[in-house]
């Protein structure tokens, strides 16, 4: 079974910065669209940023120029890079593949916040 593991998450204040990580199990990791997810507390799970196999990126409007998604095949591991923080980022954070077809891991918490 695919297991995805994120990591990275805290308390940060805004302004500040975070990387998160998300190690997956998954063979053919290289070969799929991988994308970083959020849900804030009483909100659906949104998507926030996606990376192909070729490394092209799409980023939701709310993030854009303030994240950044990127990828690194050979440990089958895929990051988001938060920079300039706001209260509204606070969020759990997942990660999946652009389709969220994989089983979700338990996500790692991020709270934005003076």
């Known amino acids: 079974q695919v297991q995805l593991v994120e990591s990275g998450g805290g308390l940060v204040q805004p302004g500040g910065s975070l990387r998160l990580s998300c190690a997956a199990s998954l063979s053919t990791f290289g070969l799929n669209t991988m994308g970083w997810y959020r849900q804030a507390p009483g909100k659906q799970r949104e998507l926030v940023a996606t990376?192909?196999?070729?490394?092209?990126?799409i980023y939701a409007d709310s993030v854009k120029d303030r994240f950044a998604i990127s990828r690194d095949n050979a440990k089958s591991t895929v990051y988001l890079h938060m920079n300039s923080l706001k209260p509204e980022d606070t969020a759990v954070y997942y990660c999946?593949?652009?389709?969220?077809?994989?089983?979700w891991g338990q996500g790692t918490q991020v709270i934005v916040s003076s």
């Open positions: 990376i192909t196999s070729s490394h092209t990126t």
């Open positions: 999946n593949t652009g389709t969220g077809r994989l089983a």
